[in-house]
Each structure stands twice: as C-alpha cells, then as structure tokens.
C-alpha cells in the first residue's frame, strides 16, 4: 500500500486546511485509516481515524468540533478538514492506514499501523 498526501501549508490562527491521502496498491487491507501529527521535539500523536466505509471515527480530544475525518472508499481517499487551527497544531502530518479495524485506543498506538504517508508540514501562526 502506498499513501500520498498533500494540502499541508501555512496559515495564520483561526484559518482552515484540508489534507487529502490517496491510497493506492493492496488498499483492499486498510480498514482503518487516520492522521497522527508530529511536533517537533514531540511524539506521534493520533488526531482523527475513521474505519471502513466511513464508520468509526474517532478524534483526540484536542481537535475534537474543529476537524474533520472523511473517507471516500470509491477514490481510496481520506480527507482531515481542519478548521480553526492554532498554532499549537503546527506539526507534521502524516495518513497511515492499517489492517485491523478502528477502536479509540489506536490513536495512542501506532504500531498497529502498517502503512505511512511521507508526510506533510502544517504550520500555523
């Protein structure tokens, strides 16, 4: 499986960024998809997953009413919809996907995710 994300860029407090990951390969083994960001000087952290077809979502606590987690099956496609960033989001983001289905504790466990986007840099000011 291999994952292409895009839509990271800068942008000042308050705005919004959509993030895209295209799927391609083996997709029919990635049941659960997410994001998980990375600060600098921090450790990977979940944001948001979402299950196959769509079901299952979960997000962390810290974005949780500002953004969105979707999943276009047909296109092999997740979206994160972020809006009202602050600057504590800056971080690099990245799309992973994984065999297993979601449950609300893989946001704190990245070892179960097998496949990783390269990643894409998120700065707000």
């Known amino acids: 499986v291999q994952l292409v994300e895009s839509g990271g860029g800068s942008v000042q407090a308050g705005g919004s960024l959509r993030l895209s990951c295209a799927a391609s390969g083996n997709t029919d083994r990635t049941y659960c998809m997410g994001w998980f960001r990375q600060a600098q000087g921090k450790e990977r952290e979940g944001v948001a997953l979402?299950?196959?077809?769509?079901?299952?979502?979960y997000y962390a606590d810290s974005v949780k009413g500002r953004f969105t987690i979707s999943r276009d099956s047909a296109k092999d496609t997740v979206y994160l919809q972020m809006n009202s960033l602050q600057p504590e989001d800056t971080a690099m983001y990245y799309c992973?996907?994984?065999?297993?289905?979601?449950?609300?504790?893989?946001?704190?466990?990245?070892?179960?995710?097998?496949?990783w986007s390269q990643g894409t840099q998120v700065t707000v000011s």
């Open positions: 979402i299950g196959t077809d769509g079901g299952r979502i």
């Open positions: 992973a996907s994984s065999s297993a289905e979601c449950t609300d504790t893989m946001l704190r466990q990245v070892w179960l995710f097998n496949y």
